[in-house]
């Protein structure tokens, strides 16, 4: 673990002189003579450790009066992984401001979702993040300007607006401040031969840390994907999105540094939260070195992880989305759960345009679903019972599964619903909540993946086995479902 890294100068002074690029997210290092705060990987010769300063976010590094470096962009880095693999309220706040929670409800709506006082919000984050929940949303917003600013032809008023500034001022005094230059001296500094896109859609790098395997994260997304929501298109994972203030479609395809995304939205001010979404499902903040180095201590597991290192957890872009699937999913094979799952979207679902493919819906809501008929439905009464039931909580606001949840009460309330067992509420756990630690010993795949492996094969003794791998079970599960020949670990032909 790296928590709390920025106090641990002599290593963070190593990392920048190595240029380390797995520790980008990690920390900050402001620089004081030139006033500057870069990236560790940053590609520039390293400054006299003397005159560095170690922050934990680009948020702080930015309150203590440095700007951004335009040789490495910190601005650009992926995000921390403790905010992955951590369920407690600093790792929850960052969570839901990554969503845009501060954004559209301010400080106290934040503090509101978590069940805390504003103040004791600002104190957790200024505490261990040296910024506020404000100064947080605030570098976030600067983020997003930059990108529009350089991506595309909008008139700068549009992309204050669009990277959500209160006013134009606001908008041009932070562009100046963080990266010392004007929004039109940003725009003055795209590539010839690079015409920015209009304002329908944006083209865009997401960074990860390297390793990357594409072969599970983008196999399993294609072989499940929802007809109509999803789709595998010409070497890229395509699907929709229902954003805060319209819908999206997003277009994914993996490259060997990098994750090529284009989104096409129908209002500019969902970009910050569509680029967070899209990174969550492909889980581009995990850190890869940490979760192989402690999966490959184990003989077992230590030759798959050999064979393809760096592993990521499929997950989604819509928490109560996947919840429904999970239920649909139930004792039925992928191809099923496929079936009844476009079924509904044909029924229920937002129809949307797609010029550039074969999208057409976007997956239905709760409150849609709340008034389907159960006697539609073709599957036994039981499960039928379940997925009402779901519906109609999830309607209600009863369960939060959203990114800033309480992964243990998310737990026991869709315990008390019939119908929920283990296997389908770790399995929305793993891939709905985040939580890097769900297990599913249940499942076929992983049964067959034991025997196969000689481990143990009953659920409470693969459990017991299985402790060695905490807090990283969700990424060993994909190395055993990756010992079959099922399509969800196999990228598609393009």
């Known amino acids: 673990m790296l928590e709390d890294m920025h106090e641990d100068a002599e290593r963070c002074v190593r990392a920048v002189q190595a240029k380390d690029a797995r520790f980008d997210g990690w920390f900050f290092t402001g620089v004081v003579t030139t006033g500057i705060y870069c990236r560790p990987s940053c590609p520039v010769v390293p400054p006299k450790p003397g005159n ?19 040789r490495c962009r910190p601005d650009t880095s992926p995000g ?58 605030r570098a976030q917003r600067a983020q997003t300007a930059r990108l529009l600013i350089e991506t595309t032809a909008l008139p700068m008023g549009d992309v204050a607006f669009a990277a959500g500034f209160a006013s134009i001022r606001a908008f041009n005094d932070t562009v100046r401040e963080v990266f010392a230059l004007t929004p039109t001296g940003l725009r003055d500094r795209v590539a010839k031969g690079h015409p920015p896109a209009g304002s329908g859609a944006l083209s865009l790098r997401l960074p990860f840390r390297a390793p990357l395997c594409p072969d599970n994260l983008f196999g399993h997304l294609a072989a499940t994907a929802v007809p109509g929501v999803e789709e595998w298109r010409d070497g890229a994972f395509r699907r929709t999105l229902r954003l805060p203030h319209g819908h999206g479609i997003a277009t994914l395809r993996p490259r060997p540094d990098h994750v090529a995304c284009t989104l096409s939205l129908s209002d500019l001010r969902d970009l910050t939260i569509a680029i967070s979404r899209c990174r969550w499902m492909l889980d581009l903040d995990a850190d890869p070195v940490a979760v192989d180095d402690l999966l490959r201590d184990d003989p077992a597991l230590a030759p798959l992880v050999a064979k393809a290192p760096g592993r990521r957890v499929p997950r989604t872009v819509d928490a109560p989305e996947f919840a429904v699937r999970a239920v649909l999913g139930q004792q039925v094979s992928t191809a099923a759960a496929r079936t009844h799952a476009g079924r509904l979207v044909t029924a229920y679902g937002d129809p949307v345009d797609d010029p550039g493919g074969g999208l057409t819906h976007l997956f239905p809501t709760p409150s849609a679903l709340a008034e389907l008929d159960p006697e539609s439905l073709a599957f036994p009464q039981t499960r039928r019972t379940t997925l009402t039931t779901l519906v109609n909580a999830l309607a209600k606001d009863e369960i939060d599964l959203g990114v800033g949840s309480d992964w243990e009460e998310a737990r026991a309330r869709l315990a008390a619903l019939p119908g929920f067992g283990p296997w389908t509420i770790e399995t929305i756990a793993m891939r709905a909540l985040g939580d890097p630690d769900a297990f599913i010993p249940s499942d076929l795949g992983i049964r067959g993946a034991a025997k196969a492996l000689d481990l143990p094969s009953t659920p409470a003794a693969l459990t017991r086995r299985a402790a060695r791998w905490r807090p990283w079970r969700a990424y060993a599960v994909q190395y055993l479902w990756a010992t079959s020949d099922h399509p969800i670990n196999l990228l598609p032909a393009s």
């Open 52 to 70: 560095m300063r170690f922050y934990p976010s680009a948020a702080a590094a930015q309150q203590a009066g440095f700007r951004a470096c335009k």
């Open 80 to 137: 921390s992984p403790e905010w992955n693999h951590r369920a407690d309220v600093v790792a929850r706040a960052m969570r839901l401001i990554a969503d845009g929670v501060v954004d559209r409800e301010g400080v106290p709506g934040l503090a509101a979702r978590l069940g805390y006082s504003t103040r004791q919000i600002e104190r957790q984050l200024n505490a261990e993040l040296g910024a506020g929940p404000l100064a947080l949303a």
